[in-house]
C-alpha cells in the first residue's frame, strides 16, 4: 500500500465516519430546527396578542380616565359650591347667636313677668276666697229676709 492509497483511504474512512455523524446530527438539528421555528412562531403570535391587548387596555383607560376627569370636574364645582353655602350657613349662625345675645335681657324680663302673674295669681285667688266668705256672710241673712219681701 503506497502512501497515496493510505490517504485515499483514510480521507474515504474520514469522509464515511463524516456522513454517519452528520446523519445522526441531522435526526437531532432538523426536528429540534423544525421545533424553534414553531415555537419562534408561536411567541409572536403571544408578543403580537399582548401588543393588541395592551392596546385595547390603553383605549379603555383613556376612555375611563376622560369620563373619571369630568367627574371630578363635577365633584370639584360640587365642593366649591358646597364651600360657599357652608360661608353661608356661617355667616346666618353667627347672625342667630348675636341676635340670641340680644334676646338675654328680653328672657330676665320675661322672668320677672312670671313672678308678677304668679303674684297677681295668689292676689286673685284671695279676692275670691273673701268674696266667697262674704258672700257666705250676706246670704244666709239675706234668704231670710227675702221670705218677709213681696218682690
Known sequence: M???????????RLSQAFESSAKRWELIVYP????????????FYLVFSLAK????????????????ASNMQAISSNV?????????????VESIAQD???????????????VAMRNMTVSTASMRQDMAVMNNS?????????????W
Not at 503506497?2 to 474515504?12: C, F, K, L, M
Not at 429540534?32 to 411567541?43: D, H, K, V
Not at 366649591?80 to 346666618?92: E, F, I, K, L, W
Open 2 to 12: 503506497t502512501a497515496s492509497e493510505g490517504n485515499v483511504y483514510a480521507i474515504d
Open 32 to 43: 429540534s430546527l423544525f421545533a424553534f421555528i414553531i415555537l419562534a412562531a408561536y411567541g
Open 53 to 68: 391587548d395592551v392596546h385595547y387596555l390603553a383605549i379603555s383607560v383613556d376612555t375611563n380616565m376622560t369620563v373619571m
Open 80 to 92: 366649591a359650591q358646597m364651600s360657599q353655602d357652608v360661608r353661608r350657613m356661617t355667616a346666618n
Open 100 to 114: 340670641v345675645q340680644a334676646l338675654q335681657p328680653m328672657l330676665v324680663s320675661l322672668q320677672q313677668m312670671d
Open 138 to 150: 250676706i246670704s244666709r241673712p239675706m234668704q231670710f229676709m227675702n221670705w218677709f219681701m213681696p
